[in-house]
């Protein structure tokens, strides 16, 4: 809000309104409440990536061919995001694949490496590693188990969660 009109509004005191059945009220005011408590509000809402059918009619009637290009930006999205998917996944299951294979080379050689040094004659460090090598393979795993189960739990909680309904 200006200047100006905060200033003209001062000016102007505070407002009355007036029935519109009231003998003061003018014509003018009258047929202005008239008008108001004639109008009538429509509110239309739908979920998902397509807009109910009447709409899109009405959006062809607007623009011939809407409707199509519409149509034709759903399917384009709704490729994208599958693509974008796939890609996903196939990082994670590559990412998975890496992981196991690191992991198994690191355990063999550390075991291989803990065998060498008892063969040598020293049990005790020979042993110290290759126990050290088992805890910490047993340590991932059930970290990774307890980590997936987590998720699964949070992604069930999320679904079974009833959601707030909308004003």
């Known amino acids: 809000m200006s200047k100006s009109s905060r200033r003209r509004n001062r000016q102007r005191g505070p407002q009355q309104v007036v029935p519109a059945g009231d003998p003061a009220a003018s014509p003018v005011v009258q047929a202005n409440v008239a008008q108001v408590v004639g109008l009538a509000m429509e509110q239309i809402t739908f979920s998902g990536p397509l807009p109910p059918p009447s709409v899109l009619q009405g959006y062809n009637q607007v623009l011939p061919g809407a409707a199509d290009r519409i149509l034709s930006m759903a399917e384009r999205q709704m490729q994208h995001r599958q693509s974008l998917e796939l890609k996903v996944i196939g990082s994670d299951v590559w ?32 042993t110290t590693a290759i126990t050290s090598t088992l805890v910490a393979l047993a340590g991932v795993f059930v970290y990774g188990s307890v980590t997936r189960r987590n998720e699964r739990e949070q992604k069930a909680a999320v679904v079974r969660k009833p959601r707030a309904k909308k004003k």
Request: glycine residues 18%.
């Open 95 to 126: 990412r998975a694949w890496a992981g196991l294979l690191v992991g198994g080379l690191l355990a063999l050689v550390l075991t291989l490496s803990g065998a060498f040094v008892i063969y040598h004659g020293h049990d005790w460090a020979g």
